[in-house]
C-alpha cells in the first residue's frame, strides 16, 4: 500500500481491511499515534479510549478471520464522536464544565447503529459548549484549531470533529448541526460533512440544545464516505419520537463514477439535475474567493449535466434574527435540567437554591449564559407573542420558500459561509458577527431539509472553501450523488494540510 494508513478516506480502509491488506489493529494505532502527535497543537479530542479501541480493533480482525463480521459495513473502523453524543462508559461533557464527570450508561442511538455495523469509537472530540458556537472557542476545555493554519479557528461547534478528520487523525468522525454546525467546519477544514433532514437520524443521546433544530450528522472526505455513515445511521427509532417513518435509499454512486470516467457512451452524470442558485447567498460583504469558488463549482456541475437557474429566498435574510429567538429559547428550556443535582459536577451550599444558583452561575460559559437569558425572555410573559410566536410565523415563510424553490429545483447550491476560517479571537468580543458565520447554514435547519458541504477550492492564504448543496426533505441521496459526481472530476477533498 503506498499511502500511510491514515491517509486513507473511509471507503478505502474497508477495502483494505476487507481484503486482508491491512488489519484493523493496525489502523486504529495509527490513529491513535497520529492522534498522540498532533493533539499538543490541534487539540481535536477531549476524551481518548485507545485500550478499549484496540481491544475492539483486536475482535474486528478476530471476526474478519472467521467470517462472523461478513455482515457489518465498518467492521474494525476508528471513528471519532463529537462529545454531545453519547458512548457508554465514555465522559460526555458536551464541552461545559458542568457536566465534567458525568459518564453516560447509554449510547446514542446514531452512535449505536454505527458500532453495530462494527465501527470503533476511538474518542470524543471537542465542541463548543453545548454545541453553541461558530469557532469552538466556546469550549471550556480549551480551543482546536485549524489544521489548514493553527491561528485560525475550525469552525463550529462539530470543530473537533472537522479538525479531526482534516489532520488525518481518524477516516471520519460524527457530528452535530443546529445552525451549520457540521457543514461550516466542514468547510474551514476542507472535508465533507452532512446534516441530515431533521427527523431522518434520531436524536437520542444527543445532547439537546435546540430540540426543533438538532441533527446528527456525518462528517469524511468524500459523499461516498459520508453516504455510508448516514445510510446506516438514518431511519425510524422508537426511543425519538421525532423520526419519521420513511425508507432510507440505497445510495448507489457507482453510476456516477462511471459516467464521468467513460466520457462517452453514456449520459453526463448530472443529466436532468436541476441546480437553483439562490440570489440572496450572494451578498455585499461575502469573501471573493469563496463566491468565485462556489461559481466557479457550479459550472463545474453544469458541465456534468445540470441545469442551472437563479431562484429567490426571499426570507433568507430574516433567518438570523429567527434563529436567534427561537434556538435561545430551545436552550432555555433545554438546559434547566443542569442544575448540579442530577448529574455532572455541583458546587456545595448548605440550601438547596444555593447548590442551583451557584453550581450554574459559575459552571456554564458566557455564550452559554447569553443564550439561555435571550430565550428565558424570548419566552416571558408579555413577550412571548411578539418574540417567539413571530418567529415561529416567519420559519414557516423560510421552510415555505424552499418548498416554492423545489418546485422548479432539485437542489440548491450556495456557499456556507460568508468568508474562511477566521483568525481565532477575531469575533470574541462582537457576538452578533460570530452569529453572522452562520447567515448561510441556519435557513436549511429552520427549513429542516438536509445540506452537504464539500471543498471546492482554496483562497490566497491556503484555506479551504466550501460549498453547500441543500435539498427536498429526505432526499439526501440526492446531493451526495452530485457531490460524488463533482469529486470524481476535482480533487479538493482529498488535498490535506502540511502538519
Given at each position: ?10 471507503m ?27 493533539e ?5 479530542f ?7 479501541a484496540l ?6 480482525d ?7 463480521g ?46 453495530e ?19 469552538t ?5 480549551g ?14 461547534s462539530s ?14 468522525a460524527?457530528?452535530t ?10 468547510a ?14 434520531s ?26 455513515l ?41 443529466h ?19 463566491e468565485?469558488g462556489?461559481r ?26 429567527v ?23 455541583r ?19 458566557a ?12 419566552l ?7 418574540y ?8 414557516t415563510?423560510i421552510?415555505r ?24 479571537g ?12 452562520d ?14 458541504a464539500?471543498?471546492?477550492?482554496f483562497?490566497?492564504?491556503?484555506l479551504?472553501?466550501?460549498?453547500q ?28 494540510p502540511?502538519?
Amino acid at each position: 500500500m503506498n499511502l500511510e494508513l491514515t491517509d486513507l478516506t473511509l471507503m478505502q480502509a474497508i477495502e483494505a481491511l476487507r481484503s486482508g491488506e491491512i488489519s484493523s489493529r493496525e489502523l486504529t494505532r495509527a490513529c491513535l499515534e497520529r492522534i498522540e502527535k498532533l493533539e499538543p497543537s490541534l487539540h481535536a479530542f477531549l476524551h481518548l479510549a485507545a485500550e478499549s479501541a484496540l481491544a475492539q480493533a483486536d475482535e474486528a480482525d478476530r471476526q474478519q478471520v472467521t467470517g462472523d463480521g461478513q455482515h457489518k459495513p465498518l467492521l474494525g473502523i476508528p471513528i471519532a464522536v463529537k462529545d454531545v453524543l453519547a458512548v457508554e462508559g465514555l465522559p460526555c461533557t458536551a464541552g461545559s464544565k458542568i457536566l465534567e464527570g458525568f459518564v453516560p450508561p447509554f449510547t446514542a442511538t446514531a452512535v449505536k447503529r454505527l458500532q453495530e455495523a462494527g465501527a470503533i469509537a476511538i474518542g470524543k472530540t471537542n465542541t463548543d459548549e453545548f454545541a453553541m458556537g461558530s469557532s469552538t472557542e466556546n469550549s471550556a476545555y480549551g480551543m482546536t484549531h485549524n489544521p489548514w493554519d493553527l491561528t485560525r479557528v475550525p469552525g463550529g461547534s462539530s470543530g473537533g470533529s472537522a479538525a479531526a478528520v482534516a489532520a488525518r487523525m481518524v477516516p471520519a468522525a460524527l457530528g452535530t448541526d443546529t445552525g451549520g454546525s457540521v457543514r461550516q467546519p466542514a468547510a474551514f477544514c476542507g472535508v465533507t460533512g452532512l446534516k441530515p433532514t431533521y427527523g431522518r437520524v434520531s436524536r437520542y443521546g444527543l445532547v439537546a440544545y435546540g430540540s426543533s433544530l438538532d441533527v446528527a450528522g456525518a462528517l469524511g472526505h468524500t459523499a461516498e464516505d459520508v453516504a455510508l455513515l448516514f445510510s446506516i445511521m438514518a431511519g425510524r427509532d422508537a426511543l425519538d419520537a421525532t423520526t419519521q417513518d420513511v425508507a432510507v435509499p440505497t445510495i448507489d454512486l457507482v453510476g456516477a463514477t462511471l459516467a464521468v470516467a467513460s466520457g462517452r457512451g453514456l449520459a453526463p452524470p448530472l443529466h436532468g439535475l436541476r441546480i437553483g442558485v439562490p440570489r440572496e447567498y450572494f451578498v455585499r460583504g461575502i469573501q471573493v474567493e469563496v463566491e468565485a469558488g462556489v461559481r466557479q463549482a457550479v459550472s463545474v456541475l453544469e458541465g456534468l449535466g445540470a441545469e442551472v437557474h437563479e431562484i429567490s429566498l426571499p426570507h433568507s435574510e430574516y433567518a438570523l434574527p429567527v434563529y436567534y429567538i427561537i434556538s435561545p429559547a430551545e436552550a432555555s428550556a433545554n438546559l434547566a435540567r443542569y442544575d448540579g443535582i442530577r448529574y455532572g459536577s455541583r458546587i456545595q451550599a448548605e440550601a438547596m437554591w444555593d447548590i442551583f444558583y451557584r453550581t450554574r452561575g459559575r459552571k456554564f460559559g458566557a455564550e452559554v449564559e447569553r443564550r439561555i437569558m435571550l430565550g428565558t425572555y424570548a419566552l416571558s410573559a408579555g413577550y412571548y407573542d411578539a418574540y417567539y410566536g413571530q418567529a415561529q410565523k416567519v420559519r414557516t415563510l423560510i421552510k415555505r420558500d424552499f418548498e416554492q424553490a423545489f418546485e422548479r429545483v432539485d437542489v440548491i447550491a450556495a456557499p456556507v459561509a460568508p468568508t474562511t476560517a477566521f483568525p481565532i479571537g477575531a469575533h470574541r468580543d462582537d457576538p452578533l458577527a460570530m452569529y453572522l458565520e452562520d447567515v448561510f447554514t441556519l435557513p436549511a435547519n429552520l427549513a429542516g431539509v438536509p445540506g452537504l458541504a464539500f471543498p471546492v477550492g482554496f483562497d490566497g492564504a491556503g484555506l479551504p472553501v466550501g460549498m453547500q448543496l441543500m435539498g427536498q426533505h429526505f432526499h439526501e441521496d440526492v446531493l451526495l450523488r452530485a457531490a460524488h459526481a463533482y469529486q470524481q472530476v476535482t480533487d479538493w477533498h482529498m488535498r490535506a494540510p502540511s502538519l
